[in-house]
């Protein structure tokens, strides 16, 4: 009678250095997805971007898997008076074969490190894109307003 229903567990698994998980996702992109969204919920934020290595795979296909790296930013700090921060350019200066550039906001004094030419220390990977806040300007500026 009628067609079978699909089962809706996936065929991937994520991987990383502490064991398998099973996936929902039913083609590779979903369950990609699926993985990043976990990644990024369950790791925790620095002040400097990091990144966190995936293996989504078919245990049944060696071809039918990716692997990828996941960037964990820093969660930005927030602008005072409830304002949204307003970033002008105050530093850009070469960095490999990228640039690292310096935003401070208008409003509150907190820097924003980009970096176009970072280095992922575990494995030395370069040319990646990370970000760091810094409030070393604003607090110069509420020591000195202080006097
Ligand atoms: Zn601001």
Redesign the pocket.
């Known amino acids: 009678m009628g067609t079978p229903t699909p089962s809706t567990a996936g065929k991937y698994e994520f991987c990383d250095e502490g064991g398998q998980w099973p996936l929902k996702g039913l083609n590779l992109d979903d369950a990609w997805d699926e993985a990043v969204d976990a990644v990024l919920e369950t790791s925790a934020h620095t002040d400097e971007t990091y990144w966190i290595k995936i293996h989504v795979r078919n245990p049944d296909d060696d071809d039918d898997a990716k692997e990828g790296k996941v960037a964990i930013d820093p969660i930005e700090p927030r602008?005072?008076d409830d304002?949204e921060?307003?970033w002008d350019q105050v530093g850009l200066q070469g960095s490999g074969g990228g640039v690292l550039e310096t935003g401070r906001?208008v409003?509150?004094r907190?820097e924003a490190i980009t970096n176009t030419w970072a280095y992922d220390r575990t494995d030395g990977e370069e040319g990646m894109h990370s970000v760091r806040y810094s409030t070393d300007a604003r607090e110069a500026y509420e020591a000195r307003e202080l006097g």
Do not use: A, I, P, V
Request: proline share 0%; aromatic share 0%.
């Open positions: 602008c005072t304002r921060h307003k906001c409003h509150c907190l």
